[in-house]
């Protein structure tokens, strides 16, 4: 089988798909000056292109598709995608999505029943009102009934995203471990990275990695899952006494990861990105919508993932944020 390996030999397994560039959120470390400019409407992707897309991806190895945004349940009829996509098993082996939890309630059932295997919730507090101030919706209580119904639909396993930033919520780690606990969730810790759109992003507002572990080991000592964590992003641990839950921490700051990188990204509008942080996008909407056949598809694929980067370049003195923010990247 083709392979989609980089020049520093890494193999791409792992493709995200940001279904839209829109979100109903503001979080602060994102989206924090309200709307931003948004793509027009016919350089978005349609379900048949990304189909194809992520077709032609799975038949190059691709094993893992997470699809995110933006909110990816803001784009209208998103089960009808996870119907299509999931006829891509059992090559593809893992259909994720990355959701704020608002819409999700009343929609899990049904994207189960499209073939989604599992979800990914944000949530960056448990207090109605930080989350209020983080998130600028006073959401909380439907992102917890959203876990609910994620376990109750067998999206399992449920994993939590928690951005922890200095002086918002790294108060909360210990309420964030004691509910992993009891409502048996795996807690995820990500480390405050430079992508929110008003460039506001400094060294002091981080919490690295190894802190966050500090804090939570000393109250609930944590035991390592696996001393390797291959391609995946996070350390994961287990709780020492065999209470339920896991915590996973990622820290692509102060311990970056980026030599076992097997994730490829795609926006919205079509482009190709091979880093988070990269300064360079690939146009695949054009190659797609100009009638390219599917070798010539396949080539271009090919040529981009050998300009993967090495690694980010977040620690080095000429680092400069990407110009485009998380939410529209995608997480
Ligand atoms: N709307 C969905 C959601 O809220 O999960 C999916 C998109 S969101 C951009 C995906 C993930 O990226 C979220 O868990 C969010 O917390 C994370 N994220 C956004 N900006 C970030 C930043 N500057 N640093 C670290 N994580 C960030």
């Given at each position: 089988?083709?392979?989609?390996?980089?020049?520093?030999?890494?193999?791409?397994?792992?493709?995200?798909?940001?279904?839209?560039?829109?979100?109903?959120?503001?979080?602060?470390?994102?989206?924090?000056?309200?709307?931003?400019p948004?793509?027009?409407?016919?350089?978005?992707l349609?379900?048949?292109?990304?189909?194809?897309?992520?077709?032609?991806?799975?038949?190059?190895?691709?094993?893992?598709i997470?699809?995110?945004?933006?909110?990816?349940?803001?784009r209208?009829?998103?089960?009808?995608?996870?119907?299509?996509?999931?006829?891509?098993?059992?090559?593809?082996?893992?259909?994720?999505?990355?959701?704020?939890?608002?819409?999700?309630?009343?929609?899990?059932?049904?994207?189960?029943?499209?073939?989604?295997?599992?979800?990914?919730?944000?949530?960056?507090?448990?207090?109605?009102?930080?989350f209020?101030?983080?998130?600028?919706?006073?959401?909380?209580?439907?992102?917890?009934?959203?876990?609910?119904?994620?376990?109750?639909?067998?999206?399992?396993?449920?994993?939590?995203?928690?951005?922890?930033?200095?002086?918002?919520?790294?108060?909360?780690?210990?309420?964030?471990?004691?509910?992993?606990?009891?409502?048996?969730?795996?807690?995820?810790?990500?480390?405050?990275?430079?992508?929110?759109?008003?460039?506001?992003w400094?060294?002091?507002?981080?919490v690295?990695?190894?802190?966050?572990?500090?804090?939570?080991?000393?109250?609930?000592?944590?035991?390592l899952?696996?001393?390797?964590?291959g391609?995946?992003?996070a350390?994961?641990y287990?709780?020492?006494?065999?209470?339920?839950?896991?915590?996973?921490?990622?820290a692509?700051?102060?311990?970056?990861?980026?030599?076992?990188?097997?994730?490829?990204?795609?926006?919205?509008?079509?482009q190709?990105?091979?880093?988070?942080?990269?300064?360079?996008?690939?146009?695949?909407?054009?190659?797609?919508?100009?009638?390219?056949?599917?070798?010539e598809?396949?080539?271009?694929?090919?040529?981009?993932?050998?300009?993967k980067?090495?690694r980010?370049?977040?620690?080095?003195?000429?680092?400069?944020?990407?110009?485009?923010?998380?939410?529209?990247?995608?997480?």
């Open positions: 089988m083709l392979l989609l390996r980089d020049a520093h030999n890494r193999i791409i397994r792992d493709l995200r798909v940001s279904l839209t560039d829109r979100c109903n959120f503001r979080c602060f470390y994102c989206l924090p000056n309200g709307e931003p948004l793509a027009r409407k016919e350089t978005i349609t379900f048949e292109e990304i189909e194809r897309i992520c077709e032609i991806f799975v038949s190059l190895g691709i094993e893992k997470r699809l995110t945004g933006g909110e990816p349940l803001l209208r009829d998103v089960e009808l995608l996870i119907e299509k996509l999931s006829r891509l098993k059992p090559k593809l082996k893992d259909l994720a999505l990355t959701t704020n939890g608002h819409t999700f309630p009343r929609r899990a059932a049904n994207l189960k029943r499209a073939g989604l295997d599992r979800v990914t919730i944000s949530l960056d507090s448990l207090d109605r009102e930080n209020k101030r983080i998130t600028g919706v006073d959401a909380l209580e439907n992102v917890l009934r959203s876990i609910e119904a994620a376990k109750q639909a067998n999206l399992t396993p449920v994993k939590i995203n928690a951005v922890v930033v200095r002086g918002r919520n790294d108060d909360e780690l210990l309420d964030f471990a004691r509910f992993a606990r009891e409502r048996d969730v795996a807690m995820r810790f990500i480390e405050f990275m430079p992508l929110d759109s008003g460039h506001e400094t060294r002091e507002m981080i690295p990695g190894k802190e966050i572990f500090a804090t939570i080991n000393e109250v609930f000592p944590l035991v899952r696996e001393t390797s964590r391609a995946e992003t350390w994961k287990k709780f020492a006494d065999g209470a339920p839950g896991e915590i996973g921490i990622i692509p700051v102060t311990e970056m990861f980026c030599g076992a990188c097997s994730r490829i990204r795609l926006t919205a509008d079509g190709i990105r091979t880093c988070l942080f990269s300064a360079a996008e690939y146009n695949l909407r054009d190659v797609l919508r100009g009638k390219a056949s599917r070798r598809i396949i080539e271009f694929v090919q040529s981009v993932v050998l300009k980067e090495a980010h370049s977040i620690n080095d003195a000429e680092f400069a944020p990407a110009s485009r923010s998380m939410s529209f990247i995608g997480g």
